[in-house]
């Protein structure tokens, strides 16, 4: 289970860009986001995979922080797929590199 608690973001000395996002994402589930550009859908993905530190708040996967080192079991996929993997590869191909050392 994916889920954020009172998660917020700002830039150096901004207005928060994210404030006060509750989730709670069971496995299987998939949530889609949309918004206008700049409203922080790129921001909360890269905080709810661990690339970004949250402002406030907190990120959990099964009850446990994100893992700071080694295999991450939440990815960021950047929004040009074809910047982000190989399109010749199959998807299970692209899966299993996800799990490899």
Do not use: C, Y
């Not at 289970?1 to 589930?29: K, N, Y």
């Not at 790129?42 to 990120?59: C, D």
């Not at 939440?74 to 993997?85: D, F, H, I, Y």
């Amino acid at each position: 289970m994916l889920e954020t608690h009172q998660l917020s973001f700002h830039f150096a000395a901004g207005t928060p860009l994210l404030a006060d996002i509750s989730l709670r994402l069971a496995p299987g589930e998939w949530l889609g986001i949309s918004g206008d550009s700049g409203a922080g859908k790129s921001t909360l993905g890269k905080l709810l995979s661990g690339q970004l530190t949250p402002s406030q708040g907190s990120v959990q996967v099964d009850g446990s922080p994100l893992p700071t080192r080694g295999l991450r079991p939440v990815q960021w996929l950047p929004q040009s797929p074809e910047l982000a993997v190989n399109p010749r590869w199959r998807v299970g191909k692209i899966l299993r590199e996800a799990w490899t050392p």
